[in-house]
């Protein structure tokens, strides 16, 4: 017997997050680069080459995960600095706004002054998952 959250329920609290609102959560998110994991409240270790939060959107979440790509893919310009990008937290608003969850990069990424990092996709799932 397999234990553990169905994919079915996952998708649609996922989905829930993509697409309900303000009552059960953002429609419009925002995603902030950071050098070491954000922390619990999102705001550990922001990347000090761009602070900025650029918008993205969650398409429909199936098998337990939301993928978010969109026809313009979240980019960051590096202001003046050499640094490794590690993590990626998302937000309710552009600043300020409410911390939703944070993900590691599946691979760290160098980056110096005048680089453009754009992130091609980010998936987030919830776990254990009954398989």
Do not use: C
């Not at 939703?100 to 760290?108: Q, W």
């Not at 754009?118 to 998952?129: E, G, K, N, V």
Request: aromatic share 8%; glycine share 10%.
């Amino acid at each position: 017997m397999a234990e553990g959250l169905s994919t079915s329920l996952v998708s649609s609290w996922l989905n829930t997050l993509r697409t309900a609102g303000a009552a059960y959560g953002p429609i419009t998110t925002y995603a902030q680069i950071h050098t070491a994991n954000p922390g619990a409240a999102g705001t550990t270790a922001v990347s000090a080459g761009s602070t900025t939060r650029p918008v993205f959107t969650f398409a429909a979440s199936s098998s337990g995960s939301a993928l978010a790509l969109t026809g313009t893919n979240p980019s960051w310009t590096n202001g003046g600095t050499s640094e490794t990008i590690t993590d990626i937290s998302v937000w309710s608003a552009a600043s300020g706004g409410t911390f939703l969850f944070s993900v590691a990069l599946s691979s760290s990424k160098a980056w110096s002054s005048g680089d453009t990092f754009t992130a091609t996709s980010l998936s987030l799932s919830l776990s254990p998952q009954a398989s």
